[in-house]
């Protein structure tokens, strides 16, 4: 259990460094984006909370995705692209397949759906990591 909630707690704090840089305009980063990341962690940690999982590591990244959304839209950082409506596809893919299989399966997409809605983030890390 100290490992789960020191892992959460870590995982919470890589957050500050994100809003931290969106607040003094050194990170740009999308609301739209963002929001449907929380969805996809959010979609993982409902089914995970009901298959009696450990769910705690999965709040803390709820919370922290939800106040970089707050702080985005703060500060007006908004956009919608094809990959935004890409991403919400894939929400309600993972929607679907909870429906349909139950909460295991909503995991399993929720997790797939958020490493591919993540890879243009880390093409556009690696070739400006600044």
Sequence with gaps: QILVLTGSLLALGLYIPMISGIIRDKIEQSFATWALWVLLDLIALISIALQDGSWLFLLF??????????????????????????????????????????????TISSTIAVVISGLPQFKESWQRPD
Excluded: D, P
């Design 61 to 106: 990244y709820v919370i922290g995705g939800t106040v970089t959304c707050c702080t985005l839209l703060y500060k007006g950082q908004f956009k919608w692209t094809w990959f935004e409506t890409f991403v919400l596809f894939l929400v309600f893919v993972c929607l679907m397949f909870w429906r349909m299989n139950g909460s295991r399966m909503a």
